[in-house]
């Protein structure tokens, strides 16, 4: 068996998570509205989906394998009776993909249920596990959801075991947690939600209205997206190192956020993670990634006849890139849309099946053209050498000329995108030409990290910081504990 601290190598939480809270006599669908909002935010989590639901007295919790469709069901939904609930949906990973994974994690503690649901990586839960053993605790998974939700129950001595003090609780955790956490957490009559001081994952707050204008209550999602689903007003986004009660009295401040610009919210959200309809930073993603084309048109034109993206990501970047160069832009590829992302099968083969299996080139448009393709990211390449030979065998393209509107990958991230290990990143191991030649490209360039930030930046309100590590390597948390587990797996390779 496979020892527990084995899966701590590989980051593996980038998730979606929503909270709601509504006043009882609205007599709010809240288990309804928690199944659209997860269903606006499947692109965070396809591997599992539930939600937890309480009229302040029972909690009822669904949770499954699978996407937001399949895991709740009509008999599901009417099962799951509350005004204020929160749920999540679990990212896929080439790990441990099992049930007891599926968030929210629920506890009964002497202060009344708790229910957790998390999106992020914390880098330091293999310290703060061990710290809880030592307490006595005992675990049941490998998850650090479960170490957050433990910590909560069960929190260092305060001197007066008797009160609850959630909030004195989430503040401690704040104190000890590193890395990444957006949090949503429901105790028997508050929805709590948090961020960690880093601001590393996004988290935002809305207001919900019914049909005549009465304030219904509140909720918060991963993305804002997923507000404008539900048709609720994006209030704000839940500050770095904030904690946000919501409940009878409405939205209360327990923890004030701390300055953003000491923050380092993950630059890969506007690369590819978040939807283009998000806002984050106060910037629609799909404007910064338009902003990363023109930027890419800039640092790296190319001798072309036409440009197309891959879809969907890379698209507005893309359009952007055309609209610089003067170059005609054009469909190159048609996504099925229904086969699932490619990144979560789990082994190296099913994964090169499902990018023949995603795309056809439409060969109308790209005949003996000389054609430029614009991605968003190079992880493995997997994607990429397929691609080139689809557009080059199926497209009967001239020449193609790739180029992606991020720069090289060539760290893992062990704050809770799911990339790959180092040893699996292409840019990690060879240089942009032989990384050309591996993929088949007549030429291939990347963004360049500071290219990056200033398209990200753009006309930003407010000063804030980004974790670029996945390109530059420089770790806003201490991350030693990961490196040397991966030095010792390419070793024992
Ligand atoms: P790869 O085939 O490993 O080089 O992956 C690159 C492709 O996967 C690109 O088309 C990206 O749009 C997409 N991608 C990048 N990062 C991720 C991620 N964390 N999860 C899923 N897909 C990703």
Known sequence: MRALEDDFDRPKEECGVVGFWTHPEMKAEVARMAFFSLYALQHRGQESAGMAVSDGNLVTMHKGMGLVSQVFDETAMTNLKGHFGIGHNRYSTTGDSHVRNAQPYHVST?????????NGNVTNAAALRKALMERGVGLMSTSDTEVITQYLAAPVPFKDRTAP?????????????????SLVVMTRDCLYAMRDPLGMRPLCLGRLKNRDGKVMGWMVASESSALLTLGAKHLREVGPGEIIRIDKNGITTVKPPVAEKSTAM??????????????????TVQVVRQRMGTQLAKEAPAEADVVFGVPDSSLPSAMAYAEATGLPQTEGLIKNRYIGRTFIEPTQEMRENKVRLKFNALRENLEGKRVVMIDDSIVRGTTMYQLVRLVREAGKAKEVHVRIASPPINNPCYMGVDLASREHLMAAQMDVDAMCKAIGADSLAFLSPEGLHKAVRGDEPKPCGH??????????????????????????L
Do not use: M
């Open 110 to 118: 002497l202060h009344g249920p708790l229910s957790v649901a998390h």
């Open 165 to 181: 003090r959630w909030e004195q609780r989430l503040a401690q955790l704040l104190d000890v947690a590193e890395g990444a956490y």
């Open 467 to 492: 974790c670029d590590a996945c390109f530059t390597g420089n770790y806003p948390v201490d991350v030693s504990f990961f490196e040397e587990s991966d030095a010792k797996r390419q070793f024992e």
């Open 266 to 283: 993950c630059i890969f959200e506007h690369v590819y993670f978040a939807r283009p309809d998000s806002k984050i930073e106060g910037q």
